[in-house]
């Protein structure tokens, strides 16, 4: 399977620890975004990665939260002192402009329960 | 400015007939509109996408239609089949040089045979 990768797909935890999520991207793509999914909502942008630079974090939600992408190729979601409201399905997409369109290809999701 | 509206919240169509989605945006800035379905348990698929210097585009059983002047547009799925049946997002692009898309809050689509 050549499609995004997402790990673990589901994440339950309690209210205080930190987690931290895994994405593999499509091979060669060089964008990386992370999305949230709150249920019955359209995914919220986060963050977003041209090969190992984070070219934007403002949409990430508070200071817990935190993002990297050392070598260009798969990246991770730390979510610090989880809260309940922070239950939600984590998307991360890749993609790789050609001849002016960018396709983005989600993945699975990681499903976090903050209990 | 940074929204996008998209209804109806759940759509109840029968198999052959026509799943009409609407969305309506407020940023003349965003310059990508496309379509995702989803279904439970997985990430969103791309559909079918528009650029705003066209009308109409259609794919399949998909078409988006895109009025630029009213700022907004709609997804048509003819001949509806119930494995059809999924959410579907539109969203627009925010632009400045990457796609840091805008999702509406999706509509439920249940085909029935």
Known sequence: DTGVSQDPRHKITKRGQNVTFRCDPISEHNRLYWYRQTLGQGPEFLTYFQNEAQLEKSRLLSDRFSAERPKGSFSTLEIQRTEQGDSAMYLCASSFPTSGTDTQYFGPGTRLTVL | ?113
């Open chain 2, 1 to 113: 400015q940074q929204q996008v509206k998209q209804s109806p919240q759940s759509l109840i169509v029968q198999k052959g007939g026509i799943s009409i989605i609407n969305c309506a945006y407020e940023n003349t800035a965003f310059d990508y509109f496309p379509w995702y379905q989803q279904f439970p348990g997985k990430g969103p698929a791309l559909l079918i996408a528009i650029r705003p210097d066209v009308s109409e585009k259609k794919e399949g059983r998909f078409t988006i239609s895109f009025n630029k002047s009213a700022k907004q547009f709609s997804l048509h799925i003819m001949d509806s089949q119930p494995g059809d049946s999924a959410t579907y997002f539109c969203a627009a692009d925010h632009g400045g040089g990457y796609n840091k898309l805008i999702f509406g809050a999706g509509t439920r689509l249940a085909v029935h045979p």
